[in-house]
């Protein structure tokens, strides 16, 4: 399985886009990449998964460029609730979910 | 159940006991997972069923756990004698597996104390 590479911790401000880039240098032609969300005393939550190019909802962005050895998370406009840790996975679908370490986000007012 | 279940939510025991924590994954998931998370640090993969596959179990930590799935329902994680190292949330997920990628949704988790 392809191993990640996060910014340990993020800080910023109420209202501002945030964008948090991971690295997998060694992924599989078939691997997905997976952003997960996970608030204290909380299991992860999913927030988007994408192949290649840009994927977009109602939570968030991913882009990914066409090399595939990074993608970046953008978070437009966070809150204070959106103060949380940030997993980057990438594997293939059916397999186990490899967590790396995550990215603290903080949001200050 | 609308979600993963876990249970115990809290578990608090002494050193040298044995444990069992349980996951109810959601109706017709057949992909679960146990995962470790100690304070402040990140998920440690444990273990991985997927229907009636051999389970992964290439996370497990040492001999003193293991863990059992009956059929495609629920999942019993098992840690022998425990050591305080032991403390940690314990999470459970599961997953849908189909024709294409589906998210892992997971549990709230079982907090384990061992004083």
């Known amino acids: 399985l392809a191993k990640t590479t996060q910014p340990i911790s993020m800080d910023s401000y109420e209202g501002q886009e945030v964008n948090i880039t991971c690295s997998h240098n060694?992924?599989?032609?078939?691997?997905?990449i997976t952003w997960y969300q996970q608030f204290p005393s909380q299991g992860p939550r999913f927030i988007i998964q994408?192949?290649?190019t840009k994927v977009t909802n109602e939570v968030a962005s991913l882009f990914i460029p066409a090399d595939r050895k990074s993608s970046t998370l953008s978070l437009p406009r966070v809150s204070l609730s959106d103060t949380a840790v940030y997993y980057c996975l990438v594997g293939v679908y059916g397999n186990k979910l490899v967590f790396g370490a995550g990215t603290i986000l903080r949001v200050k007012s | 159940g609308a979600g993963v279940s876990q249970s115990p939510s809290n578990k608090v025991t002494e050193k040298g006991k044995d444990v069992e924590l349980r996951c109810d994954p959601i109706?017709?998931?057949?992909?679960l997972y146990w995962y470790r998370q100690r304070l402040g640090q990140g998920l440690e993969f444990l273990i991985y069923f997927q229907g009636n596959s051999a389970p992964d179990k290439s996370g497990l930590p040492s001999d003193r756990f293991s863990a059992e799935r009956t059929g495609e329902s629920v999942s019993t994680l098992t840690i022998q004698r425990t050591q305080q190292e032991d403390s940690a949330v314990y999470l459970c997920a599961s997953r849908r597996q189909g024709s294409g990628w589906t998210e892992a949704f997971f549990g709230q988790g079982t907090r384990l104390t061992v004083v």
């Open positions: 109706s017709g998931h057949t992909a």
């Open positions: 060694n992924i599989a032609t078939n691997d997905y």
């Open positions: 994408g192949y290649k």
